[in-house]
């Protein structure tokens, strides 16, 4: 990275920013501009809405560095929330990092779902970061949650957001593969479980492919063994009225659908995005929900 220095030998911000945008542009990022400001703000320590006011600024050494660093990281396609170890959901900040997934803009859809009706207690089948399961704690004070997932890295991760959120007192994480070390019963189970087909994998971009867990993102095969797991014990775990609500692929609603009504859920909706694709599945338990909170 190189510019014009100051007269006291420092890059200012601008400087270092324009140099920064054509690297990664050279580097295939698909928005370069965007990403440099929201790394020279981590670099800077600052918010990204301080970007300009700073721009005619030397550059510490120390921040200069950092920055370099930063880009580097983003040229060689590591996520921008990798690299500054944030990503905002639901609108709330969450950490992030190699062993969780960057939580997408799509899976509001499956909270906003969540929190159309009340609920007591909840489950969150491969937690993740834990941005499912505090989103909707948050948006629901009386009730409570679990958490699951097979990666012990998740888990603290999630563990942490908990504490930072505010919300640990009523969130609880266990390591389980789906429902399997998970005891009680639920009026409302949740997930965003690997569905990416194995064929599927090559063609994703490298951000996703070479940086997240990939565990996290396909389950191999068709990428419906996922579904089939929690369509086999979800009925066991939900309480009369229920809610399961899973996000899909934009081509697995029919096939995720056909799964759950073979698990005995008569009543499934599928719902879109705000691109008009396919994303949430929520069955409902059929019966009486005034056991709603029993266990």
């Not at 509001?108 to 909707?136: M, N, Q, Y």
């Amino acid at each position: 990275m190189s510019g014009t220095p100051t007269e006291t030998g420092l890059l200012t911000a601008a400087d270092a920013l324009r140099a920064a945008v054509p690297q990664l542009a050279a580097a295939g990022v698909a928005e370069p501009a965007r990403d440099a400001r929201l790394l020279l703000a981590h670099a800077l320590s600052i918010p990204p809405d301080r970007v300009t006011l700073i721009l005619p600024e030397p550059l510490s050494p120390e921040a200069s560095a950092a920055f370099e660093a930063a880009v580097s990281a983003r040229a060689a396609r590591q996520p921008v929330a990798q690299i500054t170890g944030r990503r905002l959901f639901w609108g709330r900040s969450f950490k992030v990092t190699r062993d969780t997934l960057d939580p997408r803009p799509e899976t509001e859809v499956l909270v906003a779902a969540a929190l159309e009706r009340p609920f007591v207690k909840a489950l969150d089948l491969g937690t993740g970061t834990g941005c499912i399961l505090l989103s909707c704690l948050a948006g629901m004070p009386f009730a409570t949650g679990t958490g699951t997932d097979i990666s012990p890295a998740a888990l603290a991760v999630a563990e942490e957001n908990a504490v930072a959120l505010g919300l640990a007192a009523r969130a609880r994480f266990l390591r389980s593969d789906w429902f399997a070390a998970v005891p009680g019963r639920f009026d409302l189970v949740l997930s965003n479980p690997p569905y990416i087909a194995a064929e599927e994998m090559a063609a994703l971009s490298p951000e996703v492919r070479d940086w997240e867990p990939q565990g996290a993102l396909t389950p191999g095969g068709d990428g419906l063994d996922a579904y089939r797991a929690i369509a086999r014990g979800a009925g066991a775990r939900l309480m009369a009225g229920g809610r399961l609500i899973l996000e899909i692929g934009p081509t697995q609603g029919a096939a995720v659908r056909a799964l759950l009504r073979a698990g005995g859920f008569d009543c499934v909706e599928i719902r879109p995005d705000l691109d008009g694709r396919d994303r949430v599945v929520i069955a409902t338990k059929a019966g009486d929900a005034d056991d709603c909170g029993s266990c």
